[in-house]
Each structure stands twice: as structure tokens, then as C-alpha cells.
């Protein structure tokens, strides 16, 4: 299993839609997750972190399961603004060395 | 101003040249780290120091080097660039615990 694994999409959604991505990570003994986005060529900016059961912010929600040890990235209503990639990021254990996912691209069309 | 700035944004150079990629920071974090990024394979961490006296490999130090002249400082060289260092370089930075902000990049083409 690989250390966190993301679909790559494409996600093509119209706006409006509310999409979810899924990453799967092997590391139980993770405390902490972060979702970044990146925009085509950029570098990747936090969007959220997760350190417990969830976090809520605005129109995009993220929620952990340690037990099936994925977290995933809801975003409601979405925007032309939110088509970026969307990076899965996990410690290596109990470390701050972060291990990335490739990544999943949303397309928002209008 | 940006809060971790990199120099250059992009750089062409030959096979067997030696670069050098130089990150700056007024975040006043002690971490820094320096990552490359290839279409398909995400994010590899190459090394990271966690303060002035403090340098470590990551998973693909081989072929580079780092520096940490300051606090705010971290450069990354290639000794003798090769094709398949072409790639794009992130440094980014973190105070202890918390999550990592990162430069805008350096776009390196090795011919």
C-alpha cells in the first residue's frame, strides 16, 4: 500500500456541484492531516488541517477515519475558483516530515 | 513582500554544470526544507534542517547538496546537473509542529 494514495481525477463538476475526494494513507500512527491545494505551476497553499474527527470550514469539509485510515475533502457549491489540484498531505508518523499525495484535479466548468 | 522567496524562478543550464537554488524566509521559522515536484510522483522531500547547526537527508538526496548559511537562509545545489534533475523546487518552511508554507518555485530545465 502506498504511503498516501489519491484518485487523480480529472474531477469535471459544473458549478454549483459538490464533489468529494478520498485519500487512503498507511500510517497508523498519523496524527494529523492536512489538505493543500495547488494551482497549475504554483506552489501548494494549506486549505485545511484535520486532527481530529473533522474540520468545517466555509463550503469545503474534511473528514477523518483512523479506523479505515482515509480522510476526505468535501467542497459544497463549488466555484470556477476551486478547479486546482487538491494534495493529500500525512506525516510520516511522528514526525514533521510530511508525505504527499500526487494529488487530485477538479475541473469546475461553468 | 512574500513571506519565502526563492532565486532563481527559472533556470535552463547544461549537463554537468553546477547550480545552485537559494530560498529566503522572514517567517522567522527555524525549519526549512527543500522538495522537487514531477508530473505524476508529487512531492519528494531532498533535504531539510531544523535549525542553523541542523541538516538531513531526505528520500532523494543523491546528486544535491544543501546550505544553511541562516536562520533564514537554505540554498540547494546541484554538484553536476544531470537531464533527470529537471524538475520543479519547492523550499518551503515550518515552526515547530505546525504546517509548512512554501516558496513559489524554481522551474530547472538540465539539457
Known amino acids: 500500500r502506498k504511503e498516501v494514495e489519491q484518485d487523480p481525477g480529472p474531477f469535471n463538476v459544473p458549478e454549483g456541484a459538490t464533489v468529494a475526494f478520498n485519500c487512503t494513507y498507511s500510517?497508523?500512527?498519523?496524527?494529523?492531516f492536512f489538505w493543500y491545494r495547488q494551482d497549475c505551476r504554483k506552489e501548494p497553499k494549506l486549505l485545511m488541517s484535520v486532527y481530529s474527527s473533522g474540520n468545517e470550514d466555509g463550503r469545503f469539509t474534511a473528514q477523518l477515519n483512523r479506523a479505515s485510515q482515509y480522510i476526505s475533502l468535501l467542497i459544497r457549491d463549488s466555484k470556477l475558483s476551486d478547479s486546482a489540484t487538491y494534495l493529500c498531505?500525512?506525516?510520516?508518523?511522528?514526525?514533521?516530515?510530511?508525505?504527499f499525495g500526487t494529488g487530485t484535479r477538479l475541473q469546475v466548468f461553468p | 513582500d512574500a513571506d519565502v522567496t526563492q532565486t532563481p524562478r527559472n533556470r535552463i543550464t547544461k549537463t554537468g554544470k553546477r547550480i545552485m537554488l537559494e530560498c529566503s524566509q522572514t517567517?522567522?521559522?527555524?525549519?526549512m526544507y527543500w522538495y522537487r515536484q514531477d508530473p505524476g510522483l508529487g512531492l519528494r522531500l531532498i533535504y531539510y534542517s531544523f535549525d542553523v547547526k541542523d541538516i538531513n537527508k531526505g528520500e532523494i538526496s543523491d546528486g544535491y547538496s544543501v546550505s544553511r548559511q541562516a536562520q533564514a537562509k537554505f540554498s540547494l545545489s546541484l554538484e553536476s546537473a544531470i537531464p533527470n534533475q529537471t524538475a520543479l523546487y519547492f523550499c518551503?518552511?515550518?515552526?515547530?509542529?505546525?504546517?509548512?508554507?512554501f516558496g513559489p518555485g524554481t522551474r530547472l530545465l538540465v539539457l
Open positions: 517567517k522567522g521559522h527555524d525549519r
Open positions: 498531505v500525512v506525516p510520516r508518523g511522528r514526525t514533521d516530515k510530511l508525505i
Open positions: 518551503a518552511t515550518s515552526g515547530t509542529g505546525e504546517t509548512q508554507y
Open positions: 500510517n497508523s500512527a498519523s496524527q494529523s
